[in-house]
T-cell receptor, first 114, second 113 residues
Framework: AQSVTQLDSQVPVFEEAPVELRCNYSSSVSVYLFWYVQYPNQGLQLLLKYLSGSTLVKGINGFEAEFNKRQTSFHLRKPSVHISDTAEYFCAVSDDTGRRALTFGSGTRLQVQP | GAGVSQSPSNKVTEKGKDVELRCDPISGHTALYWYRQSLGQGLEFLIYFQGNSAPDKSGLPSDRFSAERTGGSVSTLTIQRTQQEDSAVYLC???????????FGSGTQLSVL
């Protein structure tokens, strides 16, 4: 069984400040990792994903995440946030055991303040 | 259509009634997923379709929940004898193949009174 933990339910940050949203996972097999974003009144959309290869993954809107197998983490970062980054961010994990569905974390609400 | 379409967008029902939620995936997407998002919670997996078959239905919370997919396209999620704890946003997503990017619909907000 796999699980995802997003330790921070809310992260307030000022505009142009850096941000890190934390994600830890638990799995006994190789994993695939994802970050999805849900803007207000919109559906979820993929920010970035890690399947294999380089552990530093770059996504849309200037976000990046680093896969750390030893620490079982996949933290999301952005060096300078904008008001428009205010949204709910979900970390998700899948594996290659045959169960294809993603397991999502409980989400982190990023609130960017002027 | 251009994206994943779900209907209705909102559904209010009385406890004990049956409801049917519809998902129209992106044309050509073979994989289809149903998730449930409760207030303040993450996304809870319900069921996954590959074509018309459901290789993983492990997330369905009880036998009151069922889903089907026909023609490798439209899917319906049926909840029988609804309970108040069924109130949530039901999200549908589709992808071209497994492990591809998921495209989500806007969801159906279900309220059971």
């Amino acid at each position: 069984a796999q699980s995802v933990t997003q330790l921070d339910s809310q992260v307030p940050v000022f505009e142009e400040a850096p941000v890190e949203l934390r994600c830890n996972y638990s799995s006994s097999v190789s994993v695939y990792l994802f970050w999805y974003v849900q803007y207000p009144n919109q559906g979820l959309q993929l920010l970035l994903k890690y399947l294999s290869g380089s552990t530093l993954v770059k996504g849309i809107n200037g976000f990046e995440a680093e896969f750390n197998k030893r620490q079982t983490s996949f933290h999301l970062r952005k060096p300078s946030v904008h008001i428009s980054d205010t949204a709910e961010y979900f970390c998700a994990v899948s594996d290659d055991t045959g169960r294809r569905a993603l397991t999502f974390g409980s989400g982190t609400r990023l609130q960017v303040q002027p | 259509g251009a994206g994943v379409s779900q209907s209705p967008s909102n559904k209010v029902t009385e406890k004990g009634k049956d409801v049917e939620l519809r998902c129209d995936p992106i044309s050509g997407h073979t994989a289809l997923y149903w998730y449930r998002q409760s207030l303040g919670q993450g996304l809870e997996f319900l069921i996954y379709f590959q074509g018309n078959s459901a290789p993983d239905k492990s997330g369905l919370p009880s036998d009151r929940f069922s889903a089907e997919r026909t023609g490798g396209s439209v899917s319906t999620l049926t909840i029988q004898r609804t309970q108040q704890e069924d109130s949530a946003v039901y999200l549908c997503a589709s992808s071209l193949t497994e492990y591809e990017k998921l495209f989500f619909g806007s969801g159906t907000q279900l309220s059971v009174l």
